[in-house]
C-alpha cells in the first residue's frame, strides 16, 4: 500500500509539473496567436510574391539604368547649342520680313514690266 501511494504521490506531482507548462505553452500561444498568419493569409502573400517574380524580368538593372544616364547627360551636352523659342520667334519674324518684301519687290517689278507693254 505504501508503495502505491508513493506511486500516485509521484504522479500528482509528475501531473502538477504538466499542469504548469501546459499553462505555459497556453500563454505563450494566447500571446502569440494574434501575430501568427493563417492559411489564407498565407495565399494572398504567396500571391504577391508572385506577382512580384513576374513584374521582376521587365525591371532595369544597374546597368541600364547608367545607360540611360549616359544618354541623359548627352542630350544635357547638346541642351545649349539647341534653338531657343526666342531664336525660332526672332527667325520667323525675319523670314516674314524677307517673304514681304520680295513680294513687294516683285509686284513693283510686275508693274514696271507692264508699263512698258501696255
Known amino acids: ?20 507548462q501546459v499553462g505555459s505553452i497556453q500563454t505563450t500561444l494566447q500571446d502569440s496567436l494574434p501575430n501568427l498568419v493563417t492559411k489564407a493569409e498565407l495565399g494572398k502573400c504567396e500571391a504577391a510574391i508572385q506577382a ?10 544597374k546597368n541600364d539604368v547608367s545607360k540611360s544616364e549616359a ?20 527667325s520667323e519674324s525675319s523670314i516674314i520680313k524677307w517673304l514681304i518684301t520680295t513680294q513687294i ?9 507692264m508699263r512698258f507693254f501696255v
Open 1 to 20: 500500500m505504501d508503495d502505491l501511494l508513493k506511486r500516485m504521490g509521484n504522479v500528482e506531482s509528475a501531473v502538477s509539473d504538466i499542469r504548469v
Open 71 to 90: 544618354a541623359i547627360q548627352a542630350v544635357h551636352v547638346l541642351l545649349p547649342h539647341l534653338a531657343t523659342k526666342n531664336d525660332v520667334s526672332k
Open 52 to 61: 512580384v517574380h513576374l513584374l521582376l524580368p521587365h525591371l532595369a538593372t
Open 105 to 113: 519687290a516683285v509686284a513693283a517689278l510686275v508693274l514696271a514690266i
